[in-house]
């Protein structure tokens, strides 16, 4: 996908992101919720619990304010995400934990709803040039707004995993995905992916081909960007 001549405000893509994720939810039964994702260890309504709490760190983040200046921005926010398994077994339990204990997942699907939405108003609200804080950095609440847009969209791709009939993640989310890599990776990327493509390999979820790493020469090294 080439670049767009106008990146939409981050609260436009916010809402296209979290409004197509929704869609999904809105489809899961009790049945549905158990199949696995593209998460490893992790079911459909596992996933679904963490990105409520994604949506949750968010309206406590912009309602966060402080004065101290950024040290992190849309891309450079993802530099800290590296595969690292002991934190990531610790995280799959958790969201296992908590979210088998919906007794009924349409119990889960509105709350992601409603905070989603709530979400989704805040951020339309919010000053996207106001320092807030998130997970012990500053970044500029529009900064803010467009990592919630990159984790909702790349969480959708493994949401669908096995839900086949279900819709994929908004164009607008999955521009920023790709801007987000392009920016870690310091270029447009030189091999012809798609979005989805590229959203999935650059994080680790598909692995890279003889020809994938031909193309991206040394750069081959440094995938995943981000996990």
Known sequence: MPYEREVPPPAVVLRAAYGAFDAVVKT??????WLPTGCVGWSVRDLVFHCVSDA????VALHTPVERPPDRDAVTYWEDWRPE???AANGRRFNRVVASMF???DQL???YSDTAAAMVNAAAGAAADQPVATQGHVLLAGDLIRTLAVEATVHHLDLVASLADAPGPSAE?????RRTLDGLLGRPVPVAWDDAQYARAATGRAP???ADRARLGADAGRFPLFA
């Open 103 to 105: 007794l009924r997942v």
């Open 173 to 177: 989310g999955l521009g920023e995905v």
């Open 109 to 111: 699907c509105e709350l």
């Open 85 to 87: 398994p002991v934190g």
């Open 208 to 210: 890279l081909s003889d």
């Open 56 to 59: 949750q760190r968010g309206l």
């Open 28 to 33: 899961i039964t009790d049945e549905r919720s």
